[in-house]
């Protein structure tokens, strides 16, 4: 049983990187769709794809010189336990270029944009 499609969104592109796969497929959601927005944005994937007919979310992802875009993912927010963040306390995490997803009242937003904007929010997850 999924509990958060979005936790599941991660995990599938997390383990799909470490087996090497090229594209894998999701249940939709706006929420996950919108996710991957954000990480084709930042260059995590290189597209995704809508299938309404399964429901489905179809990314391909994206690989430099066989070396993976995506090395780990740490979840904050779980369903059980939501992590909330003020601008001033937003971490900025592992690696330099990690990307932290935040939900804030404008939409998901990377850390960087939140900052910029002087949003907090739900801290979702960290991608590096």
């Known amino acids: 049983m999924i509990n958060s499609l979005s936790i599941d969104l991660l995990i599938r592109i997390k383990n799909a990187y470490k087996a090497g796969k090229k594209e894998i497929s999701t249940p939709l959601s706006k929420f996950c769709q919108n996710i991957c927005e954000i990480l084709k944005k930042h260059q995590y ?7 309404k007919d399964n429901r489905l979310l179809i990314i391909n992802l994206k690989y430099t010189n066989q070396c993976p875009a995506v090395n780990d993912v740490k979840i904050f927010s779980k369903p059980g336990r939501r992590y909330y963040s003020k601008t001033s306390t937003i971490p900025w995490g592992k690696v330099n270029n990690s990307l932290i997803i935040i939900s804030t009242s404008s939409g998901l937003l990377s850390q960087r944009e939140a900052v910029k904007k002087n949003f907090g929010g739900e801290l979702i997850a960290e991608i590096y």
């Open 45 to 51: 994937i290189t597209s995704y794809s809508v299938d």
